[in-house]
């Protein structure tokens, strides 16, 4: 039956008919249940006044036997049960029941007057007074069996109605359905024929004017649409091989084009599937630049490790997370090396583009340049520079900027022979740092600050690095000796030895000014190394965009030899200067920025001096600083010793300028290691002075 639209109408309208009926007849009987047993309740509640008014006399004069008398009076209420009497103090007076089983209550439950069904039975409570005055309460029972009776025979009748209701509702709509179901047979027939046999031409007779009618003119339009597609498609068939070979050879010619652009582009372009697997498509370039080694279906990443050994792992971990969808995809291959270096000396430039919608589908195309000629352009123009830069310095001082290139290849030498341990080899680094720098030469000082943090890292710096910074300086050194001459001692024009042997033979027969002019020439001049220092100033403020003056005052002129360490300690003083003495706002409002180098000498020592008037030494912060890497800082004494504690720095990062905390311990261990004196004289707010004291021979 449910398997039919006639049987689901069918049922669908018995039902609803069934349900209504029967809603109208329960409503019926309980509407009936209550109103009767709530006039039940008011005709008997008439009854006990009634009563009530009767025994007021026999109650009030205590007389049980007409009081009886006149409960008498509820055997002509079929359902009365039993009633009494009690007088004002609850005792019963009379009392009458239908049953002599019955027994009226020794105790009045509630003098209260009540009707009420309980325990099915309705209990009367009705006072027995007049003009106010209460004499006693009538107290009567009655049973409800009528009740439960009617309350059967009217849901009996319900019963029988319902019955007859469904009866007649299911003949209605077993009549009724003849109206609508016909059209949705004939429906039903028509669609299951067009599946079965895939006859478009089938149409569907219209039996009515309704909404069924309606679906029937539109499947037959939709059967009349789907016949004339077929006919267009087959008239459409007899020309579609010659419309495929058309557009296949328009798609040859494109590709064709397409494979012209990629073989003549200098960049290598390969597709990388989200395996991490090459594509088929890629251009000449990159089969040559990656040579037989990049065929279809390969691991680009192993294929990048084998021509570039120690890059595949790197390469793998940023595809693999590029793919894997957890961040955007170009910051994942953000984190792909951007230069390897193969194993023919040759350096590839690598870079990254996401293709293809995002998602599943998503794949990478691999940009591969061959940077090789490029970089050693770049590398040729950055050597140009730096050997300008030295013959610059060269010229000005021969002697200071031989005697720094001598002291430079000792300390290249100690930073690479691997003896040094982790402070200082750090110390050595930053002071070849801070005097490549002095002397304009960037490349060295920039390799210089890449192995400094190394250093830091790693403790040690690693037998590649150590080549690399002795290739770098060799380098130099070779082409400063085609130009220059002889630079490995330490001299002018003579050596040391030849100086001594000269004037160990005329140097006590010379007196006056020839003895003073033949000294002179065995000292280390003065004013070229601060006008060297002032340059140095000078090239740090350009780069962090200051504004400096700079005083050079030199009252000694010359110095010993021996005293040449001291130009080594300086360049770390200066950048300090610069970076932590003058950092924020430059000076004071009263007067621009200003550093000084000084020189001066009393009769048996020389101090080198350098001053600025920035904001001083923040002591609150070198004790911050001292206690979070568990120094002493209770006395000035402990802040004056942490701040020549290696790695202890008050910048928060570090820079090509400063910030590594080892600048400071460099310059106080070289001052130790010659029994100098360093002094500090520094607040914040009033600039800092710093005094290098030595011992000199009068």
């Not at 059967?223 to 328009?250: C, F, M, P, Y």
């Not at 982790?422 to 070849?432: A, E, K, N, S």
């Not at 001692?489 to 002019?517: F, N, T, W």
């Amino acid at each position: 039956m449910f398997n039919t639209v006639r049987g689901k109408l069918l049922v669908l309208l018995s039902g609803i008919a069934a349900a209504a009926v029967l809603l109208a007849c329960v409503s019926f009987v309980l509407y009936d249940r209550v109103s009767y047993a709530e006039k039940k309740r008011a005709t008997l509640g008439v009854l006990a006044e009634s009563v009530a008014g009767a025994v007021y006399g026999p109650t009030a004069f205590g007389d049980p036997d007409s009081a009886r008398y006149v409960l008498h009076t509820f055997a002509a209420e079929s359902t009365a049960e039993l009633a009494g009497v009690y007088d004002t103090e609850a005792k019963p007076l009379a009392t009458w029941t239908r049953a002599p089983q019955d027994a009226l209550p020794e105790t009045l439950p509630s003098a209260e007057k009540a009707a009420q069904y309980a325990d099915g039975h309705l209990v009367l409570v009705q006072p027995i007074e007049k003009d106010g005055q209460r004499v006693g309460t009538l107290y009567a029972t009655f049973a409800t069996d009528d009740i439960t009776e009617r309350l059967l025979r009217f849901a009996t009748i319900a019963a029988a109605v319902l019955g007859v209701s469904t009866i007649v509702a299911v003949a209605l709509a077993f009549w009724g359905q003849r109206f609508f179901t016909p059209q949705v047979t004939a429906l039903a027939a028509a669609a299951t024929r067009v599946s079965e046999s895939k006859a478009y031409d089938v149409r569907v007779a219209k039996i009515s004017n309704d909404e069924l009618g309606k679906l029937a003119d539109s499947f037959n339009e939709m059967l009349k649409a789907i016949e004339s597609r077929d006919a267009q498609l087959a008239e459409h068939a007899s020309g579609l091989e010659a419309t495929v070979a058309a557009r296949t050879n328009d798609l040859r010619q494109r590709n064709e084009a397409i494979r012209l652009i990629l073989d003549n582009v200098e960049e290598g372009l390969v597709v990388i599937n989200t395996d991490g697997t090459m594509a088929l498509e890629r251009s000449a370039s990159f089969t040559r630049i990656m040579g037989s080694r990049s065929e279809e279906g390969q691991s680009f990443s192993q294929t990048i490790d084998r021509v570039a050994p120690g890059s595949g792992d790197a390469l793998q971990c940023a595809l693999e997370q590029a793919f894997e969808g957890f961040l955007p995809i170009e910051v994942s291959l953000d984190q792909a090396p951007k230069l390897v270096h193969t194993t023919e000396a040759r350096s590839l430039r690598l870079a990254f583009r996401a293709i293809g919608s995002a998602g599943e589908g998503q794949r990478v195309l691999a940009i591969i340049s061959d940077v090789t000629e490029a970089i050693r352009r770049r590398d040729q123009d950055a050597r140009q520079s730096q050997l300008l830069s030295a013959m610059k310095h060269y010229r000005d001082n021969s002697t200071a900027f031989l005697a720094a290139i001598a002291e430079a290849r000792r300390l290249v030498g100690e930073a690479t022979g691997g003896a040094l341990d982790r402070v200082v080899l750090l110390r050595v680094l930053h002071t070849l740092k801070g005097n490549f720098s002095v002397l304009a030469l960037q490349k060295l000082a920039d390799l210089c600050h890449k192995l400094e943090s190394e250093a830091i890292e790693e403790g040690v710096l690693s037998r590649a690095s150590a080549r690399h910074l002795e290739g770098a300086w060799e380098d130099f050194y070779e082409d400063l000796g085609k130009i220059v001459g002889r630079i490995d001692v330490p001299m002018l024009q003579v050596s040391r030895a030849e100086y001594d042997e000269v004037a160990a033979a005329i140097g006590p027969r010379l007196a006056g000014k020839a003895q003073q002019i033949f000294e002179r020439w065995g000292m280390d001049p003065t004013r070229p190394r601060l006008e060297q220092l002032a340059n140095e100033v000078e090239r740090l403020a350009r780069r962090e965009g200051k504004e400096i003056q700079v005083v050079i005052e030199d009252e000694v002129a010359y110095v010993p030899q021996t005293l040449k360490w001291i130009w080594n300690t300086m360049p770390h003083l200066v950048r300090n200067a610069v970076d932590h003495g003058l950092s924020g706002a430059a000076g004071t409002p009263r007067e621009p920025a200003r550093i000084t180098l000084a020189c001066t000498r009393s009769q048996r020592e020389v101090t080198f001096v350098v001053a600025d008037n920035g904001k001083g030494i923040d002591w609150e912060r070198i004790r911050e600083k001292g206690q979070a890497a568990g120094l002493p800082t209770a006395t000035p004494s402990d802040l004056y010793e942490a701040l020549f504690h290696d790695g202890l720095s008050t910048k928060d990062t570090a820079d090509a300028t400063s910030g590594r905390g080892v600048g400071m311990a460099a310059v106080r261990q070289l001052a130790r290691e010659h029994d100098a004196t360093l002094d500090i004289e520094s607040a914040l707010g009033t600039g800092t002075v710093i005094r290098i004291r030595t011992s000199v021979a009068a």
